[in-house]
């Protein structure tokens, strides 16, 4: 028994440096927290942790920074590269953060006001969609087509206009979501939120939450 | 005000946007410069070395896969560039920079007691560390990678990342001690 408290106390001891600098799992956090609240002398080494870590900082921080030569350095090196092929190999997220980025904020501004006329359209589509499936058990959208190669469980969401594409792609992530398909007309998006079929009642509950979420503008269950 | 993302500059970088890799220097140049100076520990070097990490991030940013942070992506290449130029130069050479570089940072360590500066002996005591301690204390305090990160900047397992920290601060322990300076661990 206490050869694994031991055990336990060395393991805990060895996550105080990162437990510092606030780079542990929220899980490990908590297991540090939880130690040091009982353990007078863990938390007395945790106190010499943390004048490493700010002596640490402070000594990089004098190290001062490299000449304005470095940069032309750079660039004069860049010049002299060969010219380069278009490269189109990034993940989805990324693809969805660079297309956010790359409007300016006039179209921004105008593709909010052409969204908010497009959302009567669409919440009415969508809700009768959502009214058929229920009467007759089964459909199939112009929007969202049963063709689709992906298999899971969807929703359709709509991005709030005043999301920025940082906190889509942070939003996509935090709730390991994954964009299927889209922009589709009025910017509807098909988002996967499970790699397998989900009860009904599952997916009302997840769309419930995702809808909590400011960076979602609408959203609703598909097939 | 939004800040263009790093993996959206690298994306962009990847079809040579000269805009966004200026962005991305002046976003992470000074971190990079300091950590590849902490190792190779000459500033000529180092600045030499930061521009040959750039080069390689603008070379190879259509590969960058978005697995990791773009910051750790760029130290994992720093150190491998840093650790090509030690290979390089002859241990003599590096002693003497070594010795030059510990008296500029800091006072020595009789005239940082005699002023009851026990920071001043802790960060002496840093210097003081071998490269490979120095590294690890630097990527985990100064550069705040988690234990995954540094695994990945180093290439070793996260199990010998925790010890590899473990014994760098007992080491630090161990050189403060030589310092008169006791902290009762380990």
Known sequence: MNTIKKETQSDIEELLPWHAAGTLSRR????????LASDPELA???ELVREEFGETILLNETLGAPSAHAMEKLFAKIDAEPARKQVTSFNLSTRVAEFFASLSPRTLAWS??????????????????VVKEKSEGGFETASAPSTDPGVGAFTLIRFAPQASSDDI??????????????????GLYKVRVAV??????????????????KVVGFIATSE | MQTTSDEVLIARIAGGDRLAMQVLFARHHVRVYRFVLRLVRNEATAEDLISDVFLDVWRQAGKFE???AVSTWMLSIARFK???????????ELDEETAEQIEDHADNPEVALAKKDKAAVLRQALSKLSAEHRE??????????????VAGIVGIPEATVKTRMFYARKKLSEILKEQGIDRGWP
Request: aromatic share 4%; glycine share 8%.
């Open chain 1, 28 to 35: 490990d956090t908590q297991r540090v927290e939880e130690a």
């Open chain 1, 44 to 46: 007395r080494r945790y």
């Open chain 1, 112 to 129: 909010a006001g052409a969204a908010a006329i497009a959302i009567l359209l669409q919440a009415g589509l969508i809700a009768s969609i």
């Open chain 1, 169 to 186: 792609t942070k939003f996509l992530e935090a709730n390991r979501l994954q964009v299927a398909a889209g922009p589709m007309p009025g």
């Open chain 1, 196 to 213: 397998t079929g989900l009860p009904k009642g599952e997916i009302a509950r997840i769309v419930k939450k995702l809808q909590e979420d």
């Open chain 2, 66 to 68: 978005g697995r990791s």
């Open chain 2, 82 to 92: 840093a650790l090509s130029a030690l290979r390089r130069k002859p241990e003599q």
């Open chain 2, 136 to 149: 690890i204390v630097d990527l985990v305090y100064y550069h705040e990678k988690s234990v995954e990160e």
